[in-house]
């Protein structure tokens, strides 16, 4: 008879400049897709729990907005949503893009982390497309700013290193009760997701035409009697010139973002479902307390 095992629970903060791959890790921690990701630097807007089991241990990710200096207020809410992440971690990783180095943002968040008390670890991402030897001396120099109490050298879109990775953030937490139940995977809602997920679309799709000044917004999620899930949701830009980004030619390009954006919620979601997509112009959509609720942001003055 084996001896019944002890639970584990603990927090990782996931932190970094943007375009670190921090969701795109998450996702490969966690075993399935849980966060949206694009090549579009700041994709991460709000704080995301991912959920990962390994034995007995779980894992809750915090998947944090890429930190930055903030201009807009959109801009002062996400880099706030980012450290508030961190409050409470049993473990503080930054992933740094393994490519990109040492540069000014990846600086600027090793400053904040330096007075922390949390253990920290340092997670050097992309290094199936990062030169090796520059690998070696960008995880030096960071060590020099702030020694980490261990560095890793992982490719979170490849695989690469992941594993290893897990086996080290379930050996560092605590004995605890789990805080989620065993087959909960994020703690977003079905809303938030959708709403993400088309965003996500927007993102790879339309690339630099659309700035980044654009927002999704779920006005309606509803389960029809056969099972399948209706969605209403609108598509806020600053100018009209923006709106006719989104449509297209005849309207071609929202039907494809509507098409892909579906298929990927039905995925998810395991079901049919009925997405309905307009666009409004609303140039100070930026200032809507009640969108920033929706989308899982604190206002912030």
Request: with cysteine; aromatic share 4%.
């Amino acid at each position: 008879m084996t001896e019944p095992t002890t639970p584990h629970c603990g927090v990782v903060a996931i932190v970094g400049a943007p375009n670190a791959g921090k969701s795109t890790l998450v996702n490969a921690l966690v075993g399935q897709k849980v966060a949206i990701v694009s090549p579009k630097a700041q994709t991460t807007r709000a704080r995301l729990m991912g959920i990962a089991i390994h034995g007995d241990v779980q894992l809750v990710l915090v998947d944090t907005p890429g930190i930055f200096t903030p201009e807009r207020r959109l801009d002062r809410a996400m880099v706030a949503a980012a450290w508030e992440g961190t409050d409470g971690a049993d473990l503080i990783a930054l992933v740094v893009d393994g490519k990109g180095g040492t540069g000014s943002k990846v600086r600027q968040v090793i400053e904040s982390l330096a007075g922390r008390p949390e253990r920290k670890i340092l997670i050097l991402n992309k290094v199936d497309i990062a030169d090796k030897p520059r690998l070696l001396g960008h995880a030096a120099k960071l060590n020099e700013m702030l020694p980490f109490d261990e560095t890793w050298f992982v490719s979170a879109q490849t695989g690469d290193g992941v594993p290893e990775l897990k086996d080290a953030l379930a050996a560092a937490m605590p004995e605890s009760a789990w805080h989620f139940p065993e087959d909960q995977v994020s703690d977003a809602t079905e809303r938030m997701i959708a709403a993400e997920v088309t965003r996500e679309q927007l993102y790879l799709q339309l690339h630099a035409e659309l700035p980044y000044a654009s927002a999704v917004e779920t006005e309606k999620y509803s389960e029809r009697p056969d099972g399948s899930v209706e969605i209403h949701q609108q598509i806020l830009v600053a100018r009209d010139t923006q709106r006719a980004i989104v449509l297209g030619k005849g309207g071609t390009r929202i039907k494809e973002i509507g098409a892909r954006a579906r298929a990927e919620l039905s995925r998810i979601m395991g079901v049919p479902v009925h997405l309905y997509l307009h666009v409004k112009v609303n140039p100070k959509w930026q200032e809507d307390r009640e969108l920033y609720r929706d989308i899982g942001l604190d206002w912030v003055d």
